[in-house]
């Protein structure tokens, strides 16, 4: 199957900086990623959906201004967590569909997030 | 709105034994289902998928059904081995590329030696 760099895969930061987080397509160009996000023994929660060129769509309920992305090229997709804090560590996972209209949708292997 | 119902959300079974994970999905539009396999600590790995044009379909010890009518799909694992233990997510979606897919909760399987 087609691979999904992400990138770091662990990161503790102090409370008020920001983090991001990369997720490259290897072997392949994604117009679109997804970011997710997923507390302990739960599921996937859909943070935003990145789009090549243009600006992020965003979940209900995802504040914009706190969790930046930024989908500069077909293989790159970043998500910055700005001014982080304490309830904002967990861990995230970004994916990327193999083809504008194919199904299969490939994850990266994920980034935990602490935020001292 | 879209949803995914995953059942069980825990599963224990003995080595050698099969495995069935069930999903409905409450979007008439979705065409396309896949199934992943989480590890700790990792990320999501797709371990088989189906299309809506397909009622079955198989893949050594890995099998998925599909019922369009009754909105539901299935995983079936056979001749569980301990390594199958893992988190496992269905999802529904359509065949776009920027469409989201709308994901289970998940079913913790346990494979006992």
């Known amino acids: 199957g087609a691979v999904v760099s992400q990138h770091p895969s662990r990161v503790i930061c102090k409370s008020g900086t920001s983090v991001k987080i990369e997720c490259r397509s290897l072997?392949?160009?994604?117009?679109?990623m997804f970011w997710y996000r997923q507390f302990p023994k739960k599921s996937l929660m859909l943070m935003a959906t990145?789009?090549?060129?243009?600006?992020?769509?965003?979940e209900q309920g995802v504040e914009k201004d706190k969790f930046l992305i930024n989908h500069a090229s077909l293989t790159l997709s970043t998500l910055t967590v700005t001014s982080a804090h304490p309830e904002d560590s967990s861990f995230y996972i970004c994916?990327?569909?193999?083809?504008?209209?194919?199904?299969?949708?490939?994850f990266g292997e994920g980034s935990r997030l602490t935020v001292l | 709105g879209e949803n995914v119902e995953q059942h069980p959300s825990t599963l224990s079974v003995q080595e050698g034994d099969s495995a069935v994970i069930k999903c409905t999905y409450s979007d008439s539009a979705s065409n396309y289902f896949p199934w992943y396999k989480q590890e700790l600590g990792k990320g999501p790995q797709l371990i088989i998928d189906i299309r809506s044009n397909v009622g079955e379909k198989k893949d050594q010890r890995i099998a998925v059904t599909l019922n369009k009518t009754a909105k539901h799909f299935s995983l079936h694992i056979t001749e569980t081995q301990p390594e199958d233990s893992a988190v496992y997510f269905c999802?529904?979606?359509?065949?776009?590329?920027?469409?989201?897919?709308?994901f289970g909760t998940g079913t913790r399987l346990k494979v006992l030696a």
């Open positions: 072997d392949f160009q994604a117009t679109t």
């Open positions: 994916s990327a569909r193999a083809g504008l209209y194919s199904g299969e949708l490939f």
């Open positions: 990145s789009n090549e060129g243009s600006k992020a769509t965003y």
């Open positions: 999802a529904a979606s359509r065949s776009s590329g920027t469409y989201k897919y709308i």
